[in-house]
T-cell receptor, first 116, second 113 residues
Framework: QKEVEQNSGPLSVPEGAIASLNCTYSDRGSQSFFWYRQYSGKSPELIMSIYSNGDKEDGRFTAQLNKASQYVSLLIRDSQPSDSATYLCAVGGGINSGGGADGLTFGKGTHLIIQP | NAGVTQTPKFRILKIGQSMTLQCTQDMNHNYMYWYRQDPGMGLKLIYYSVGAGITDKGEVPNGYNVSRSTTEDFPLRLELAAPSQTSVYFC????????????FGEGSWLTVV
């Protein structure tokens, strides 16, 4: 069974600092990796996707992937109070794999609190 | 720009009652999913569909049924509701396999008493 592990937190970070969120996964065949943000009482919304080893930057967000270590992380620079939410790591198969049609496997999420 | 639309948003059911959660998407996505999310837990896949007429069980299918008569619609039926089915339900869709971004509806809060 595929597993995705995240520290549930809460992770408390001062405003303006870098928040670092981590995720490990069990299926070595995984090829797609996503970070979703979920505000309390709301649905998950995609903030980053990454498919290749290394870093991918989008504004204040950087996703990092290391397939050899089965590890994916999300860095949030210049953290803002509006970044306070639960961050879900999700892992799936390849874009054209033809398999893994049962969607993504989600971690339980890390609750992030940005302190003003 | 509707995306994935779920109804109802809130519902209280009595034990043993049945109901259907409606889901429709206007993005012409082939893949649709139903997840449930319990407090402090991750999303668990209930059922999924890779296209009209095709459905399959996910991780936690017991007590639920689905159908996919059209590309747009993917209703979830709860038969003989039990307190263990109290949860938030999310319908979602994607263009392709799990390598593609999944888009979520706004959620349906269900309480079974």
């Amino acid at each position: 069974q595929k597993e995705v592990e995240q520290n549930s937190g809460p992770l408390s970070v001062p405003e303006g600092a870098i928040a670092s969120l981590n995720c490990t996964y069990s299926d070595r065949g995984s090829q797609s990796f996503f970070w979703y943000r979920q505000y309390s009482g709301k649905s998950p919304e995609l903030i980053m996707s990454i498919y290749s080893n290394g870093d991918k930057e989008d504004g204040r967000f950087t996703a990092q992937l290391n397939k050899a270590s089965q590890y994916v992380s999300l860095l949030i620079r210049d953290s803002q109070p509006s970044d306070s939410a639960t961050y879900l790591c999700a892992v799936g198969g390849g874009i054209n794999s033809g398999g893994g049609a049962d969607g993504l496997t989600f971690g339980k999420g890390t609750h992030l609190i940005i302190q003003p | 720009n509707a995306g994935v639309t779920q109804t109802p948003k809130f519902r209280i059911l009595k034990i043993g009652q049945s109901m259907t959660l409606q889901c429709t998407q206007d993005m012409n996505h082939n893949y649709m999913y139903w997840y449930r999310q319990d407090p402090g837990m991750g999303l668990k896949l209930i059922y999924y569909s890779v296209g009209a007429g095709i459905t399959d069980k996910g991780e936690v299918p017991n007590g639920y049924n689905v159908s996919r008569s059209t590309t747009e619609d993917f209703p979830l039926r709860l038969e003989l509701a039990a307190p263990s089915q109290t949860s938030v339900y999310f319908c979602a869709s994607s263009y392709g396999t799990s390598g593609n971004t999944i888009y979520f509806g706004e959620g349906s809060w269900l309480t079974v008493v």
